[in-house]
Antibody, heavy 121, light 108 residues
Framework: EVQLVESGGGLVQPGGSLRLSCAAS????????MHWVRQAPGKGLVWVSR????????GYADSVKGRFTISRDNAKNTLYLQMNSLSAEDTAVYYC??????????????WGQGTLVTVSS | EIVLTQSPGTLSLSPGERATLSCRAS???????LAWYQQKPGQAPRLLIY???SRATGIPDKFSGSGSGTDFTLTISRLEPEDFAVYYC?????????FGQGTRLEIK
C-alpha cells in the first residue's frame, strides 16, 4: 500500500524557517518524481515544487522561488521541503504527492494527509 | 504560466442528477497533461481523471472526462451523496504545474 506521511509543520514566526519531511513507503520511491502542493485555509490547491527521481531537476512556483528548496534522500525514501523567509502568505496545509516516472505521468496519484504550517507572531 | 479557470464556482444539484464541470485553459493544453481531482472537507485530494479522459485506479465509471485544447469537462452522472465535494482541474507535465480555482458541488 502506497503511503506518504508528512511531518515538520507547526507555528513559526515571520522570517523564520521550517523543514518539512515526507516519508514514503509501499512503492519504489527512486522511480517517481515527487511534489509539494499547499492549500491555505479555505482556499484552493497551489502547486509549490517538484523534484525528479534522482534530484537532478527541480521546479518551483514563482511565489516560493529563492526561498524554498526541495530535496530528497532516496536511501531514506524521504522527500523534504526547506522553507526560509516565511511570511503569513505561506500559512497552509502542505501536501506531498507522488508524480510520474521518467517515462510519463498520470498526474498526482497519491497524496499524504498534509501538515499544517502557520506563520504568525 | 497557463491559467486554468473553472466554472461554475458553485454548482447546486440534487442526488440522481448529472453534473457538468468546466475547465478552460488560457492557452492550449496537451490532453495528456490534464487531470481532475476531488477533495472532501478535511481530506487530501484524490485523483479522478488523468490524460483528460482516463479514469484513475478505482474510480467508478460515473466519472468521465473529455475535452481538448483549451476546453475540458468533468461529468458526473447519477450524483450520490458522497460526490458532493470540491473538484479541481490541473495541468501537469512541464513546470509550473497549475490548478484551477475549484468548483464546489453542493446538494440542492
Amino acid at each position: 500500500e502506497v503511503q506518504l506521511v508528512e511531518s515538520g509543520g507547526g507555528l513559526v514566526q515571520p522570517g523564520g524557517s521550517l523543514r518539512l519531511s515526507c516519508a514514503a513507503s509501499g512503492f519504489t520511491f527512486t522511480t517517481y518524481w515527487m511534489h509539494w502542493v499547499r492549500q491555505a485555509p479555505g482556499k484552493g490547491l497551489v502547486w509549490v515544487s517538484r523534484i525528479k527521481t534522482d534530484g537532478s531537476d527541480r521546479g518551483y512556483a514563482d511565489s516560493v522561488k529563492g526561498r524554498f528548496t526541495i530535496s530528497r534522500d532516496n536511501a531514506k525514501n524521504t522527500l523534504y521541503l526547506q522553507m526560509n523567509s516565511l511570511s503569513a502568505e505561506d500559512t497552509a496545509v502542505y501536501y506531498c504527492a507522488r508524480g510520474g516516472t521518467n517515462r510519463g505521468s498520470i498526474g498526482l496519484d497519491y497524496w499524504g494527509q498534509g501538515t499544517l504550517v502557520t506563520v504568525s507572531s | 504560466e497557463i491559467v486554468l479557470t473553472q466554472s461554475p464556482g458553485t454548482l447546486s444539484l440534487s442526488p440522481g442528477e448529472r453534473a457538468t464541470l468546466s475547465c478552460r485553459a488560457s492557452q492550449s493544453v496537451s490532453s495528456s497533461s490534464l487531470a481532475w481531482y476531488q477533495q472532501k472537507p478535511g481530506q487530501a485530494p484524490r485523483l479522478l481523471i488523468y490524460g483528460a479522459s482516463s479514469r484513475a485506479t478505482g474510480i467508478p465509471d460515473k466519472f468521465s472526462g473529455s475535452g481538448s485544447g483549451t476546453d475540458f469537462t468533468l461529468t458526473i452522472s447519477r450524483l450520490e451523496p458522497e460526490d458532493f465535494a470540491v473538484y479541481y482541474c490541473q495541468r501537469y507535465g512541464s513546470s509550473p504545474l497549475t490548478f484551477g480555482q475549484g468548483t464546489r458541488l453542493e446538494i440542492k
